[in-house]
Every structure is written in C-alpha cells, then in structure tokens.
C-alpha cells in the first residue's frame, strides 16, 4: 500500500486537507484538485517513490481508487506483482515505454525507504507557498505600503536624538563634515555607526573616503516623530504592536545613547513593555508568515518519513517566547506525529511561562523537555547525535561566530537530519532602534558588519560548519525575498 499511501501524502501536502481525509474514494473534483496542482501532486509523489507518472494520471482517474485499479492493472500487464491486486482496467496513463519502465523497475519505494524525498526537495516544493503565508498574514504588501512609513520613522527618531546631542542637521551646511553628537557611550560605537548607514540611506549625509560623514543638501522632513507614530499606527492597524515596540525606545534613543536611560528597564522593566517583545517574536505578522512556512517544512519531512514506531526528536534553540514553538506543535498534534521535543534557551526564566503555555496541548504528557542550552558551547552529552531536526528563531544571529555556532548545531543531529533557522537576511532599520541598544545586537567576532547577514553569507556559515545543500527561499513577495527567512541545512 506504500505507493497509495504517497498519493494521499502529496494529496494533503498540496491541498492543506487533513491525511485522514483524504479517502481512497473521495473524488478528487471535492479536494480541490485542479490540473495545475495535480502537477505539483505528481512531482512530490516522484520526489517520495521514485516513479514518474504522466498528467493524465489525474485527468483519467477520478480517485484514488481508480489510480489504484489503473496501476494494477499495468502491473499485471507488465508482470510485476509489487504494485496492487489485480484489476481488469484499460491503462493508457502508463502506454509510454519509458513509464512502464521506470514502475516495474522502482515499484515498491516507499517514504520509509531511502528513496524517500530528501528535506531539500520538500523544502522546495514548499517554496511556491510563501506567497500565500505572506498574503494569510497581510505582509504581502510591506515593502510598498508599510516600510516607506516606518523607515521615515526611524529617521526622525534618529534625526531628533542628533539634535539633542548638539547635532542639529538642519544647521550643518551640505558639504561640510557632519558634527559628532556628543556625550554618546564607546560601546554605542557600532550602533551609532549603523545610525550613519541609515541617515545615508535616506539621503541625509553621505560616506566619504576614511571615516569622514558629509551632510548633503537634502533638507531634513520637519514632521514630529510623534505625529508620524500617529500616523502609521493609524494607517497600518496589523503592525500597530510592532512599531509600539519600537516607539518605546525611540523617542528615547538620545538618552539611551549618553546611558540617562537603560533601554533594557525600557524594554524588559514594565509589563507593557514586555508584553510588546513578546507580541513580536509570536504574532508579528512577518514572525508568523515564517513560522507558517517552517511549520508546513515540518509536516511534510516528518508525516511519511519517519517509521510509525519511531519519535521523532526536535530542538529548539533559543526558543524564548515560543512564538514557533506553538506552530510546530500544533503541526505535530494535528499530524498525529509521536515527539519528543527538547525547549531550550540560555535562561531558564522563559521555561515557567511555556510550560503554562503549552499545557493545554493535548497528549503531550512527557512529550516537552526544558533545558538550558548555551548554543555557543560545545553541548552536553546527551544531545550528541540524537535529533532529528534542530530548529533556532532569531537566535543564532546574536552569538559570537555564526560558523561556531552552527557547529554546535551540527553536533546535536543525526545522520540525515537538518537544522531549519527563521532570521532577518534583510536590515529593517527599526530593528537597530529597539535591539540594537542591547548587548547581545553587536556580540559578532566574525567579521560580520552587521548582526544581519543575507543568505549567501548564511550559508558560507553553515557550509563551513559542516552542513551541505543549504536553502532558502526564491519567491518574490512585493519585489523582495521573504523578510525573515527560512533557511534549511542538511546533512544528506
């Protein structure tokens, strides 16, 4: 049955329909099965068996039944006995030479065996969904209607906290070096560097040769930072707890900058505040259409892949609020997956909170472990080799090396298992405002310009760490690749 039961895998991977409902005899006009979409169904069941089926398949067949009885019938014709009981049905889906070929000699693969796919084939089958994750959490339009507005945000923050340090930009002629703001604190040294990089970026100053910063003659927008908050929070409802989180530090930036004010008791100190934090690493729209994307990888490694008597065994790294946390074990209770999944963080003081959380998932009695885990150390014993899969959420970024880290990693899988990040590759210039105050935002020793890498510089990491076949996503949403990114590497 293992040929059959690829078929309604790729049917419930494609279609979003639960496994079990879809039934042997359920037609497949009521799945929703279009002819482009029986196309994506035939590629995964070729990337799981091995077997190359042709279009007509889907257009001949009404069922699945009938796709049994269709290839049945082949096999008998052909001789192979490996396939399905006999069944007296005309089989022109299989008339090709080539076809019958390739199922009488590769009949009998299932997703249990090592022909099943590999997690960079599902990880690109799933890259034409990042389009929908992105439209279902209303970020498909962010580049055009949300980020022109916030970055003119940020601009006036930093504008207005220059002013209070005595450098005023609309009294520094154009051409003449920019004035130093002053009473700023040396470990604020790279923040204010990338403070620079986004006045230069809207035009206010310009680089020049040596460490020498130019205002130009653009002049600077008068409109209130306040007034602009207004605004967008008014216009841009669905990011309204995002840019709240950044208007917390914002309008402070100045006094974080000369230490009058400790962004971490800004940030950490109230319970609005945290609140905000733990609103963007949850339910963030961009965090979600993320965590949607990495959930669904999930789901379709481990639904067919692991053997029925086998646990599947997952870790997070810096799993903190657990924003995806929930995703991935909603995902694995629905897909009646058996797992055991190992939380862990480099503080315990997050582990209360998502123990309360995730109580009411059902049958996950013993299920959850919590432990504390420095990814930048080598690990304990008794995660060497054990996992499945290993998975970080804006996490892997805030450690010393990058490569280091991820060598960790590596050491916490088993043969053939993967490690799947969610990180920014794009810089969001409010990130700066609100994480770059912190310590952990500037850790990087390796080489790294910015906390915030592009997926080429990903994967030179992961590469040197040990991975290979390192992913992300191709798919274009608003003239740009998703922002954060999923990024897979194997070890296969």
């Known amino acids: 049955m293992e040929l059959l039961q690829a078929f309604r895998f790729a049917i419930s991977s494609e279609t979003g329909i639960n496994f079990d409902h879809v039934g042997l005899n359920t037609p497949f006009a009521d799945l929703g099965i279009d002819p482009l979409m029986a196309i994506s169904i ?27 009885e269709t290839l049945s019938y082949c096999a008998n014709i052909h001789g192979s006995s490996k396939i399905f009981p006999a069944a007296a049905r005309h089989c022109p889906c299989l008339a090709k030479p080539t076809n019958r070929r390739i199922l009488t000699e590769r009949i009998g693969h299932s997703l249990c065996s090592p022909h099943r796919p590999l997690v960079g084939e599902i990880f690109r089958e799933c890259d034409h969904l990042v389009g929908q994750f992105a439209a279902e959490t209303g970020v498909d339009d962010f580049w055009t209607n949300v980020y022109p507005a916030q970055r003119q945000l940020v601009l006036a923050y930093i504008v207005e906290a220059f002013a209070r340090l005595g450098c005023v930009l609309d009294n520094e002629p154009p051409g003449t070096a920019l004035s130093s703001p002053s009473g700023i604190l040396a470990k604020h040294g790279r923040l204010v560097n990338a403070l620079i990089d986004i006045l230069t970026d809207g035009g206010l100053v310009e680089r020049r040769s040596g460490d020498q910063v130019v205002r130009t003659s653009k002049p600077v927008d008068s409109t209130p930072s306040a007034l602009l908050y207004e605004r967008l929070i008014q216009s841009r409802p669905l990011h309204a707890k995002t840019h709240g989180l950044l208007n917390i530090t914002g309008p402070c930036l100045a006094e974080c ?5 400790d962004p971490i008791k800004l940030l950490f100190g109230r319970s609005t505040s945290r609140d905000l934090l733990e609103e963007f690493y949850t339910n963030a729209p961009m965090s979600v259409a993320a965590s949607k994307h990495l959930s669904t990888l999930f789901r379709r490694v481990f639904s067919e892949a692991i053997n029925g008597n086998e646990c599947v065994e997952i ?26 999944y190992t939380f862990t963080d480099v503080s315990p003081s997050f582990f209360k ?6 109580a009411s998932l059902p049958n996950l009695a013993g299920c959850i472990e919590y432990e504390v885990l420095d990814i930048e150390k080598t690990p304990p014993e008794k995660f060497l080799g054990r996992f499945h899969a290993v998975l970080s959420t804006n996490c892997i970024h805030a450690t010393n090396d990058l490569t280091v880290s991820s060598t960790n990693v590596r050491k916490l899988l088993r043969d053939g298992g993967f490690f799947a990040l969610v990180e920014f590759t794009t810089r969001l210039y409010w990130l700066d405002l609100v994480f770059g105050l912190l310590e952990g935002w500037w850790l990087f020793k390796d080489g790294r310009e910015h906390c915030i890498v592009d997926g080429s510089y990903w994967k030179a990491s992961l590469e040197a760490a040990g991975f290979n076949n390192v992913l992300w996503s191709g798919t274009i949403v608003d003239g740009k690749l998703p922002n954060p990114q999923v990024i897979v590497a194997c070890t296969e």
């Open 353 to 358: 909170a998502a123990k309360n959380r995730y």
């Open 42 to 68: 035939l590629e995964i069941v070729q990337h799981g068996t091995g077997l190359e089926f042709p279009a007509s398949l889907f257009r001949d067949c009404n069922n699945i039944s009938e796709i049994q």
């Open 315 to 340: 870790l997070e790294v810096g799993a903190g609020f657990g924003g995806t946390t929930k995703f991935v074990l909603d995902m694995l209770v629905d897909a009646r997956i058996a797992f055991r």
């Open 257 to 261: 900058l000369t230490g009058t004010a």
